[in-house]
Nanobody, 123 residues
Framework: QVQLVATGGGVVQAGGSLRLSCAAS????????MAWLRQAPGKEREFLAA????????YYADSVKGRFTISRDNAKNLAYLQMNSLKFEDTAVYYC????????????????WGQGTQVTVSS
């Protein structure tokens, strides 16, 4: 099994940027497709972005396309979410997740997901 921990959250003003990191342990993430999700209070979990095992394919939700960038460094066993032009409505707990196939994470299904990190955007 792989354990995932998202870090890098914090409080940022609207229009600002943050980079989240997802650290994996237990197994190398090189064999997994990765995704970022978020959940705001009172709302359902929302898919944000996915990346295949090599980093050669990415997919974004319309709500973050052009503002967020997903990437990965398999050698460091890390995945990232660069968030720019943050809006108040981006406030949520952000999670990273993994699955054995890219099509699975794009479809919103995950084999592993772990501890999230709070992102708060002040207006």
């Amino acid at each position: 099994q792989v354990q995932l921990v998202a870090t890098g959250g914090g409080v940022v003003q609207a229009g600002g940027s943050l980079r989240l990191s997802c650290a994996a342990s237990g197994r190398t993430i090189g064999s997994y497709a990765m995704a970022w999700l978020r959940q705001a209070p009172g709302k359902e979990r929302e898919f944000l972005a996915a990346i295949n095992w090599s980093g050669g394919s990415t997919y974004y939700a319309d709500s973050v396309k052009g503002r967020f960038t997903i990437s990965r460094d398999n050698a460091k066993n890390l995945a990232y979410l660069q968030m720019n032009s943050l809006k108040f409505e981006d406030t949520a707990v952000y999670y990273c997740a993994a699955a054995n196939s890219y099509s699975t994470v794009v479809a919103g299904q995950y084999d592993y997901w772990g501890q999230g990190t709070q992102v708060t955007v002040s207006s």
